[in-house]
């Protein structure tokens, strides 16, 4: 099993969809969570870390479930910018673990 | 006002040639890193430095050796390259060391190619 896992994707959806991101991690001592989001071709960018009691920011919302072992990240009224790969990062004692990605394109 | 610069931003050499990419950071940050980017977009961490010390050595080949003269800098020294080595190599820097929470800003990546 992969420390951390993702579905792919890719995600193709409208503009104002709502669409869902979930991501599984495989070490149940993780400690911190993040997604981060990554252009094509661009460095990787903090979108937001993700709270035991879970966290909204703007159109985005983040969960963490540390009983089944999964974050997830929620976007709402989706815009042609939040097109991108979004990574599901997962702390442990000294590494960072990035999942492989979901790819979300946002059509007009 | 670049907060995690890398040179270069391309890099395409041959096999068995030994090169070199250097980051630098201007956010007072004490934790440096390198991450490797396959063709897969898997990222990898490499390397860290805290104040300059390795806190993490991940299995790497020893081809790789990365070297911070200071804390805003840490370079990374590839011997002898191999065609597996071609992914892209991010730097990146955090304020505390990784035990704790915290935002990594990564530089804008340098593209290896090895033929």
């Known amino acids: 099993r992969k420390e951390v896992e993702q579905d792919p994707g890719p995600f193709n959806v409208p503009e104002g969809a709502t669409v869902a991101f979930n991501c599984t991690y495989s070490?149940?001592?993780?400690?911190?969570f993040f997604w981060y989001r990554q252009d094509c071709r661009k460095e990787p960018k903090l979108l937001m870390s993700v709270y035991s009691s879970g966290n909204e920011d703007g159109r985005f919302t983040a969960q963490l479930n540390r009983a089944s072992q999964y974050i997830s990240l929620l976007i709402r009224d989706s815009k042609l910018s939040d097109s991108a790969t979004y990574l599901c990062?997962?702390?442990?004692?000294?590494?960072?673990?990035f999942g492989a990605g979901t790819r979300l394109t946002v059509k007009p | 006002d670049t907060a995690v610069s890398q040179t270069p931003k391309y890099l395409v050499t041959q096999m068995g040639n030994d090169k070199s990419i250097k980051c630098e950071q201007n956010?007072?940050?004490?934790?440096m890193y390198w991450y490797k980017q396959d063709s897969k977009k898997f990222l990898k961490i490499m390397f860290s430095y805290n104040n300059k010390e390795l806190i993490i050595n991940e299995t790497v080949p020893n081809r790789f050796s990365p070297k911070s003269p200071d804390k805003a800098h840490l370079n990374l020294h590839i011997n002898s390259l191999e065609l597996g080595d071609s992914a892209v190599y991010f730097c990146a820097s955090s304020q505390v060391a990784a035990r704790r929470a915290d935002t990594q800003y990564f530089g804008p990546g340098t593209r290896l190619t090895v033929l």
């Open positions: 990062v997962v702390k442990d004692n000294n590494d960072m673990r």
């Open positions: 956010l007072g940050h004490d934790t």
């Open positions: 070490n149940s001592a993780s400690q911190s």
